[in-house]
């Protein structure tokens, strides 16, 4: 921390962070000032985990994607500007329907509308009738897989996706592997040939096992599920290995959260319906159990990296800050959850050279929060200011 701090910015990237005042600028070189006392600055967020695609309504999976390509572009474009205006300027997309993630990237690059920048995988791949297999990207078989990962880098992948267990896709197992372990190395090996990073949703501890010992880059979620009734079960020789292999877990608390937020205000409102009530009972244990395996997992030395799961079911994309006060609670301080969300997960996603932290020479992904978010987690929702590459987004 720096306090009353000066931030110099020269075409688009920062020049330097000073304490008090900064160096004066050459003469007859323009400046723009901006104040804001009180405040703090920070890089700007980065999501690990987003499906720009989905609306965040509480739509189930199977709903969401029954929409066509255009309107899912839409939801994404929208998606993608209440992010920035929330501060994260950049988002990592780990699945979406066909190449239309693709599409919104490049319309963002492009200048037609405003939004994070976006790390893509397109389709994330899956088995056939897999989790989120309506998003194409279903492959078999080492031959398979290995097909399904140029595919995806022929489209233009950032990096590459698997989904190791079932998942919230009906008829899915999330309590067991998806793929055998010859395909996760396949997977691995092939996504490394082609330079790109590799990442696998698991919810259960076999997979997770079979991910380190496959060399993947990443795990999202890092579940225990033992039961069709969501049952978890802890087991530590996993998380050693995870930690051993130093691989990084996405936390995605925030799904649980939304979840719990979402249903104690339907039971505000009144009874819950027992169908209802079943659900809250359900999302409880599970939510509380993520918390403990969190807290394990974090002791027993695993690296863990902020990400939300942005747009499924109740989880806003707006969610980063939610996200980071869970991780919080799990165990990190207030710093070490702030810099998940910044130069950890621009570290664990390959892009610590462009953005994350407010290094001379870095691009100008800026964020600007009322008061001390060191003192308390929920000023990063009192946005004052968004630069992204030294350009003004939005400012209050």
Same mark, same amino acid.
């Given at each position: 921390?720096?306090?009353?701090?000066?931030?110099?910015?020269?075409?688009?990237?920062?020049?330097? #962070?000073?304490?008090?005042?900064?160096?004066?600028?050459?003469?007859?070189?323009?400046?723009t000032?901006?104040?804001f006392?009180?405040?703090?600055?920070?890089?700007?967020?980065?999501?690990?985990?987003?499906?720009?695609?989905?609306?965040?309504?509480?739509? +189930?999976?199977?709903?969401?994607?029954?929409?066509?390509?255009?309107?899912?572009?839409?939801?994404?474009?929208?998606?993608?500007?209440?992010a920035?205006?929330?501060?994260i300027?950049?988002v990592?997309?780990?699945?979406?329907?066909?190449?239309?993630?693709?599409?919104?990237?490049?319309?963002?690059?492009?200048?037609?509308?405003?939004?994070?920048?976006?790390?893509? #995988?397109?389709?994330?791949?899956?088995?056939?009738g897999?989790?989120?297999?309506? =998003?194409?990207?279903?492959?078999?078989?080492?031959?398979?897989?290995?097909?399904?990962?140029?595919?995806m880098?022929?489209?233009?992948?950032d =990096?590459?996706?698997?989904?190791?267990?079932?998942?919230?896709?009906?008829?899915?197992? +999330?309590?067991?592997?998806?793929?055998?372990?010859?395909?996760?190395?396949?997977?691995?090996?092939?996504?490394?040939?082609?330079?790109?990073?590799?990442?696998?949703?698991?919810?259960?501890a076999?997979?997770?096992?079979?991910?380190?010992?496959?060399?993947?880059?990443q795990?999202?979620?890092?579940?225990?599920?033992?039961?069709? $009734?969501?049952?978890?079960?802890?087991?530590?020789?996993?998380?050693e290995?995870?930690?051993?292999a130093?691989?990084?877990?996405?936390?995605?608390?925030?799904v649980?959260?939304?979840?719990?937020?979402?249903?104690?205000?339907?039971?505000a409102?009144?009874?819950?319906?027992?169908?209802?009530?079943?659900?809250?009972?359900?999302?409880?244990?599970?939510?509380?159990?993520?918390?403990?395996q969190?807290r394990?997992?974090?002791?027993?030395?695993?690296?863990?990296?902020?990400?939300?799961?942005?747009?499924?079911? =109740?989880?806003?994309?707006?969610g980063?800050?939610?996200?980071?006060?869970?991780?919080?609670?799990?165990?990190?301080s207030?710093?070490?959850?702030?810099?998940?969300?910044?130069?950890?997960?621009?570290?664990?996603?390959?892009?610590? $050279?462009?953005?994350?932290?407010?290094?001379?020479?870095?691009?100008?992904?800026?964020?600007?929060?009322?008061?001390?978010p060191l003192?308390?987690l929920?000023?990063?929702?009192?946005?004052?200011?968004?630069?992204?590459?030294?350009?003004?987004?939005? +400012?209050r």
């Amino acid at each position: 921390m720096i306090e009353n701090a000066v931030l110099v910015i020269e075409d688009g990237r920062i020049a330097g #962070c000073f304490q008090g005042e900064a160096p004066a600028a050459p003469a007859g070189e323009p400046t723009t000032a901006f104040d804001f006392p009180g405040c703090t600055i920070l890089p700007g967020l980065i999501d690990t985990h987003v499906h720009l695609n989905l609306p965040g309504d509480g739509l +189930s999976l199977e709903d969401a994607v029954r929409e066509d390509d255009g309107v899912l572009v839409a939801i994404s474009m929208a998606n993608a500007a209440r992010a920035l205006r929330a501060g994260i300027t950049t988002v990592r997309d780990v699945g979406g329907a066909r190449n239309t993630v693709f599409h919104v990237r490049r319309a963002l690059s492009l200048g037609y509308g405003e939004g994070p920048r976006v790390l893509a #995988c397109g389709q994330p791949i899956t088995i056939t009738g897999g989790h989120t297999w309506y =998003f194409g990207g279903e492959a078999d078989g080492e031959e398979g897989v290995r097909h399904k990962v140029r595919t995806m880098a022929k489209a233009g992948s950032d =990096f590459t996706k698997v989904m190791a267990t079932g998942g919230g896709t009906l008829n899915t197992m +999330s309590w067991l592997p998806s793929f055998r372990l010859s395909e996760l190395m396949a997977l691995a090996d092939e996504s490394h040939r082609l330079g790109r990073r590799i990442t696998a949703h698991c919810l259960c501890a076999q997979a997770i096992e079979w991910v380190v010992q496959a060399g993947f880059d990443q795990i999202e979620h890092g579940g225990f599920l033992v039961a069709a $009734d969501g049952r978890q079960e802890f087991d530590p020789r996993a998380a050693e290995k995870v930690a051993k292999a130093g691989i990084p877990v996405t936390s995605t608390l925030a799904v649980g959260g939304y979840m719990l937020k979402e249903y104690r205000a339907r039971q505000a409102r009144g009874p819950l319906p027992p169908q209802d009530q079943r659900i809250f009972d359900r999302w409880q244990r599970m939510f509380d159990d993520n918390l403990e395996q969190f807290r394990r997992m974090r002791e027993a030395g695993v690296t863990w990296v902020a990400g939300t799961d942005a747009g499924w079911r =109740f989880t806003a994309i707006e969610g980063l800050p939610l996200e980071l006060e869970l991780m919080r609670e799990g165990g990190l301080s207030a710093m070490e959850a702030i810099v998940a969300g910044t130069g950890l997960a621009a570290r664990t996603i390959g892009i610590d $050279d462009k953005v994350g932290t407010l290094k001379p020479g870095r691009i100008a992904d800026v964020v600007v929060v009322g008061g001390d978010p060191l003192a308390d987690l929920a000023r990063l929702t009192e946005v004052r200011m968004v630069m992204q590459a030294g350009r003004v987004c939005g +400012s209050r």
